[in-house]
Every structure is written in C-alpha cells, then in structure tokens.
C-alpha cells in the first residue's frame, strides 16, 4: 500500500516537475508572487486564516471553480481530514476526522454541521446542495458548537455564497459539455437596484449520464439530472447597515443508484442467461418489485428549498447586532434495489420530508482595544419522518436463507437461477424444514401463500425545539499573546414518533417466528395449518397475527407510538494564540463537544405490540489541538499544520437490525492525528499547493474494540500545481491534481465475520470481510486557455484520467441477508468549457 501511494505521488509529481522545467529560465527570473490573503468568519469576525486558532481550510469561490470543484464529495479530496461519501445527493455522509454524520432518521443528529450563509442545512438528507457562485468555503476542525451550534460535534462547513452587491452590474456564465452525456449550464446575473440596493440571479442545470451500464435496458445507474437556483436582495442603506434575502431552490433527479452484488453475476431474470461480470464497474441489471409502493421505479425524485433573511446594525462604534432568520424543507423519495442482483429479491425506499424555522441573535463587542466578543441567543425547531417501505418476493428470500439462490446446498456460485424455479426451490425448502414436525403436507399449499410482493414500512418521526445561549471573548494580553473562551448552553425538547405496518400476511414472517421458538410447540399444529389454508391472505388479526418478515407491525398495523425526551447540556472551547513573529503564529486549544442524546426506536418485538424506545445517552468528546501557523517569504509559501487528540464517551454509533438501521453506544473511542497543509508561488509562472492528513480513528472497547471508524482512512493527501505559459494573444493555464486515500473501511464492525453471525442480528451470517476500499489516487487535469484583454476563455478537464477503478460504499442494506451491495465511484471523464463574463 505504501509503496502503491509513493509510486503515485512521485508520477504525480513528476508531472509537475516536468512542466516546471519545460517552462525553464522563464519561471526562475520571473517577478515573485504573492498569495491572495483569503478573510475568513470562522469566529464569527473577519479575521485572516493565520489568525484562527484552530485547524482551518478556506478555499475562494473562483479557486473551486478552477479546480472544477461542483459538489462537496470533490471539495473534500483537498481538504486534510474530510471526506465526503455520495451515494446519492439524497444520502451522502460528512466525515470530519474520521467521524461520520450521515443517518436519514428523523431522529438522528448530525456531528458535522452544514451551514449556508450561517444557517444549519444539518440534516443529511437535505443538506448535499451544488457549490456554485460561492465567495468561499470554509471547513472548520474540531468542535465547534460554541462558535456554530449545537450540531458541530467535530467541526463545521460554511458555504459563503455570493450576495446582492449594491450599485453594481455584474454577470457570467460557463457551458461545459463531456462524455456520459455530460452538459452543465451556469451563470449569475448582479444588478443594482437604485444606489443602495441589489438583486442578484444564479443558477446551475446539470445533467451527467450513468456509468454503470444497465444491462435489462433502460437508463444507466448514477445518471443525475440537477436544477440549482438562488435568488439574493440586498439593502445597505449606510455602511453602519445591511440587511439581505437570500432563497435557495434545488431540485435533483437521479436514476437508480448502482447497489451491485459481486457474488452472483448480472443475468436475465427469466432465463437466468449472464449478461456481464462481476464488478462493482462492469454493467449491472437490476429488478425491482412488482408495483412497487403504487409503482415507484429505480432513482431519486428530490426538493430542497429554504429563505434566509440576515440583518447587521452597527449600532455603534463597538457593538454590532446580528440577526439571522431562516426557514427551509426538503422532500426526498429514492427507491433502489437493496439486494444487488438480478432478482426482485428486496426493493427499498427511504421518503423524506423535513421543516425548520430558525432564528439567532448575536451582540457582538469590538472597540478596537484588547477585547472582542459577542453574546447570543438561538431558537431552533424542526419536523420530520423518514419513510421506509421494504418490499420482499418471500420465495426468493427464502431460497437466499437456505443458501439456494443459486441452487447449490454448498457454496456461492457465480449464477442465480431463473425467476420460474424458485417456487420449486421453495417447496423444497420447506419439505425438509417441515417433515421433522411431521407437516410435510403443508410444503406445497405454504409455498402458494408465499407473497411474492410483501411490502413492510416503519416510519419514524421527531419534532423537535432547541432553545441555547452563547457567549465568547477573545483578550489580547499583550500584542502578540492573546486567549479566547466560549460557551454555550443548549436545551431540547424532543417529541420521537415510531410506527410499522404489513401491507399483507406474511407466511416466511410466521416460519421464521415458528423456527425461533417465539411460538408455544402446542400451537404449532395450528399455526401451520392457517397457513396451508387457501384463505390464509385474509385471515383476520385477531385468528392468525399479522407477522412481519424484519420488523413487527405496531398496534392496529401502523399506530404511531410516541417518546417524550428532554436533554441539555454545555460545551466550551478555550483557545491560546502567540505570535512568534509578524507572519509566525502557535496556538493550542481544548475544546468540549457534544452530541444530544438520541432516542433509538425500532419495532415491536411481536406483532401488534407498542414500539420500543431506547435512550441512548448523549456523545461527548474532549479534543485537544496544537498547531502552527506561517506565511513566509514574502507571503509566497503559507504553510499550516496541526495535531490534535479526541476522546469519546458514549460513542453513538449504527447497527443494522434486519433490514433497519438504529442508534446505539458503543462506549468508549479515541482518535489523534496530524493535518498539514500548504500553498506555494514559486514563482509568477507557477503555484503549487498540497494537504495531508494521518489520522488514528479507533474504538476501545465494546464488541468493536480495536475497529477502525467507518469511512476513516489513516493517510490522506492531495497534490496540485497551477502552471500558466504566456502564449501569442493570451496564456495557457495547465492544472494537474492529484488526490490519494489510504484503505478504509465501511462500516464500525469492519465487516468482521464474528461481528454479522446470526446470532448477532443477521438474516444470514456475512463469512467474507470484503466490504472495504484500498488504497487509490486519482489523477485529475485541467487546462485552460484565456485571451488577453477579453471576457472570455475555454478549457478542457479530464477527471480520474488514469480510469481508476474504485468503490465508494459497500454492505448496505442488502448486507442484512447475506447479500452486501458494492457502489462504484465515477470512472474518467474529460469534457470542455466556455466561460464568459461580463
């Protein structure tokens, strides 16, 4: 692995060298560069990066746009210590050393939050939007809830987008076309409005084909198709005011999400006929269910809106009131095929719907003396559920649980059968399950009323009110020494809502509840013989229970069961800054975070009983962080780096309980780590810049002691150079990167096989630990061309050129019946762009 990453970095850096010395004595006698100074508000003040005392990457809007950075999944590759993972914009998940927030329960809370102009977009479900027309990004380290709330366990990304700029006219626009039908439209339109006021238009449309092949026809998996727009107004009717309006719209449709089984290669379902390899990368085919929750087909349908109105009053020389008020929902329905072959074996779906109203207030104090600081006020509330409706064929999960989906009693083969012979498998299965109990009879009238469309959904929901108070001060005790401390105090009050229902009888459900014993041996007899009954289907609850496969129907098949919880609690953060010299700072700091606590519900444990509600207690982590900070010659090289310590207690982390996903404490984890980052001019021809992150993410006791964290690699790094070759008429900007991971895992049992027994939850034990990624790098180019003295430009990029094969995610719900699913990251792609700007 090691030497795999040293062979890459150095191919990488070879490039850079030769473009380097191909340019020559031009780049060594040219005037030096400086680096642009980027202002950043990560303490809630304009202040420089060199000045913030703890780990901090900003990046501008236009230095995104250059690198071709779109979305967060990009971003993250050139951001030490964050990793985004994009299954879909409707389930992404945000990893901040090696903490990952990306649960879709209602009832979930985020570690890493989100903000867009200072307002949370938290929930995971909600919160993967475009990045365009951006005047920066942010990405703050460590916890920060005393500076962003009550959200950012282990640190925060603030989305900065571009305002309304008063009395002025502006615009531009960029067309880039590519392979896999790749098109995206962008622009942005500023116009005064008197010579006070501002409006301010911007949009993206982006549509990108799929590129994992569906080989039953039709679209190809991981296609998407997004509409972005923000419309902004802005009033500054002196310099000592500013109030703004900014309303977000997003809307996303994606084709289905490429969920493959690498057990059984891709066949025709009704001839059983192979149809391509085994791959997470070769061509997929992929059945749903029949008329799938009233005929929903693979893929994404997604809205997410939301309107913020921000006001800053100077209300003299030294106090500035700000007030930011916001409201924002989304609604997602994405359905995919969660067993991963060719066979409607389980089709889920997740139906999301979220609202909050949010409101800060914030006095902030700066006379231009030793102290600075603010006092604040927020009140949060928020409503939502999550939907989940699982459709099952009970002949071919029945077939997977005897381990004859492929119709071998011994081991996996590389085929499954045709769709028309499991029902014979199934009656066999059930001759030898049932001749023991002297009811082999009943094996063939059973099978009949085996459903092959059985559809369960739970749906949880929480609404929840959070009221907190903050206040933070910074005090310079001398010129070059000063010390900050904050705190803020958080109360919530929260309402947690549980149902599940059964759209029809299931007989496996029954079998499964017989052969665990959860029926009385008097009753059996019985049992089997309602369900040999032709009439078995319309049996009424009260002759014969309404058993689910993995989740009990609540009372009356669907009633809502309700938890009323109350949690507060206090965080704080003390921060120590010295300057060694003028363009020379060290700091160190302790901060105290927290993750609320959370109510875990599941189903009832036997069919029409009440849901069950578990407190899980709230995660606190202690972090401590040391680092450095320096822009030396000249300004030209910027250079910052930090190490830094975590321990947690009451770790929450997710289990999968059949085919759901719940909250649980793991106990007791630490992380540390190194982060490093730098930027350099070389000259007034070329600028390099790179990041590394180590980091030692682990659990350290439990039934995970000694795993690793979930989407947490150990090495991270990233490369880049920026070459511009004065030509005739113009210049030519040359822009190679390079990003490389170090192996991760998954998820927190590392696909540990004495981790996914039966006994332990599974449907069918997991043997193989082959859910996890290797090492990789991907190679990226841009290069770009710019006349002098005009408003245009052209370019053309190629992503991942040296076509590295990858999977992004792996296990998934599937993983539940044995069946772990594999997504494949994007191959190479290569396109061109037009930009014009007025």
């Known amino acids: 692995m090691a030497s795999e990453f040293k062979t890459r970095l150095m191919a990488a850096a070879a490039l850079t060298g030769v473009m380097a010395a191909a340019h020559g004595a031009q780049a060594q006698s040219a005037e030096p560069a400086t680096l642009d100074e980027i202002i950043v508000t990560a303490q809630l003040r304009a202040q420089k990066t060199i000045e913030v005392p703890f780990a901090l990457t900003a990046y501008s809007g236009q230095f995104l746009e250059d690198l071709g950075i779109q979305e967060f999944e990009q971003l993250s590759a050139f951001v030490p210590g964050f990793l985004v993972q994009n299954q879909s914009p409707n389930n992404p998940g945000f990893v901040m050393r090696g903490i990952t927030s990306d649960s879709g329960a209602a009832t979930a809370e985020p570690r890493v939050s989100v903000f867009q102009d200072g307002v949370s977009i938290s929930k995971s479900r909600g919160s993967y939007v475009e990045l365009f027309d951006l005047e920066r990004v942010e990405i703050a380290k460590g916890p920060q809830s005393t500076l962003y709330g009550r959200g950012a366990l282990i640190g925060a990304v603030n989305l900065v987008q571009n305002r309304a700029q008063p009395g002025e006219t502006e615009a531009y626009a960029n067309i880039e076309a590519g392979n896999e039908d790749y098109r995206m439209v962008e622009g942005a339109l500023n116009l005064p409005v008197g010579e006070t006021g501002g409006l301010r238009l911007a949009t993206r449309l982006k549509t990108r084909g799929g590129s994992v092949e569906n080989l039953l026809g039709g679209e190809d998996y991981n296609a998407i198709e997004t509409k972005a727009v923000r419309l902004s107004g802005a009033w500054a009717p002196s310099d000592a005011m500013r109030f703004d309006v900014i309303g977000n719209y997003q809307n996303d449709h994606a084709s ?40 929903k087909t693979l893929g994404l349908s997604r809205e997410v809106w939301g309107v913020t109105g921000l006001a800053r009053i100077n209300l003299n020389s030294a106090w500035t009131l700000n007030s930011t008020t916001a409201y924002r929902e989304f609604d997602n329905y994405e359905t995919f095929d969660a067993d991963g072959v060719s066979l409607p074996i389980l089709t889920a779906a997740e139906e999301t719907h979220g609202e909050q109203w949010s409101q800060d207030l914030r006095l902030g104090f700066d006379n231009g003396g030793r102290l600075t600081g603010f006092v604040g006020a927020g009140w949060f509330h928020e409503e939502g559920y999550q939907r989940a409706p699982a459709q099952f064929d009970e002949r071919l999960v029945l077939a997977q649980l005897a381990g004859l989906l492929d119709g071998s009693p011994t081991a996996v083969g590389d085929n499954t059968l045709p769709l028309s012979v499991y029902p014979t498998v199934a009656r066999n299965v059930l001759t030898s399950m049932l001749t023991p109990l002297g009811a082999g009879a009943y094996a063939a009238p059973i099978t009949a009323n085996l459903d092959s469309n059985h559809i369960e959904t739970s749906t949880n929901s929480s609404e929840l009110t959070s009221y907190d108070v903050f206040a933070d001060a910074t005090y310079a005790f001398t010129d070059k020494f000063e010390m900050s401390a904050g705190v803020r105090y958080t109360r919530d009050d929260k309402t947690t809502g549980y149902a599940s229902s059964v759209d029809s009888r299931s007989a496996l459900g029954a079998l499964l509840a017989i052969q665990a014993g959860a029926i009385p041996a008097a009753q059996v007899p019985a049992f089997l013989a309602a369900m040999a009954n032709p009439a078995f289907a319309n049996l009424p609850a009260s002759v014969f229970p309404l058993f689910g496969l993995t989740s009990q129907p609540t009372a009356n098949n669907g009633d809502f069961s309700y938890y009323d919880s109350e949690d507060d609690g206090v965080t704080w953060r003390v921060t120590a800054r010295y300057e060694l010299t003028d363009d020379t700072n060290v700091y160190a700091n302790y901060a105290r975070g927290r993750r609320p606590e959370v109510i875990s519900a599941s189903g009832p444990s036997a069919p029409g009983g009440a849901a069950r509600f578990s407190p899980v207690d709230a995660e606190t982590v202690d972090s401590y962080e040391i680092g450095a900070k320096s822009a030396l010659l000249d300004g030209r090289l910027r250079v910052d780096g930090a190490v830094f310590m975590y321990n947690y207690e009451n770790f929450q982390t997710t289990i999968q309980q059949g085919t759901q996903f719940i909250t649980t404490n793991a106990g007791e984890a630490k992380s540390y780590g190194f982060e490093g980052q730098a930027n350099f001019a070389v000259a007034s021809m070329l600028d390099l810049f790179a990041t590394y992150a180590y980091n030692h993410s682990r659990f350290e006791n439990g039934i995970y002691d000694g795993n690793k964290f979930r989407l947490s ?13 004065p030509v005739t008429g113009g210049e030519i900007e040359v822009q190679p990167t390079y990003t490389w991971q170090s192996k991760v895992f998954f998820e927190d049992d590392n696909d540990r096989p004495d981790l996914q027994t039966v006994a332990s939850g599974a449907f069918v034990a997991d043997l193989i630990q082959d859910e996890y990624q290797d090492a990789y790098g991907l190679l990226n180019l841009r290069i770009r061309y710019t006349p002098d003295s005009t408003n ?12 590295e094969e990858y999977i992004k995610d792996a296990g998934n719900t599937g993983d539940a019946l044995g069946m772990p699913t594999f997504i494949a990251g994007r191959p190479a792609a290569y396109g061109l762009v037009f930009k014009l700007k007025l």
Request: cysteine-free; glycine content about 18%; charged content about 20%.
């Open 256 to 295: 289905g999400t490429s969920f493959k089984s690498i057990a059984y290669e891709p066949a025709d379902p009704n001839t059983g006929a192979v149809l391509g390899g085994k791959e997470p990368w070769e061509g997929a085919a992929l059945t749903p269910g029949g008329d799938f929750d009233g005929g």
């Open 713 to 725: 690699p150990d090495n991270a790094a990233s490369i880049g150079a920026t070459w511009r070759l």
């Open 792 to 803: 245009w430009g052209v370019e053309a990029f190629g992503e991942n050129i040296l076509d």
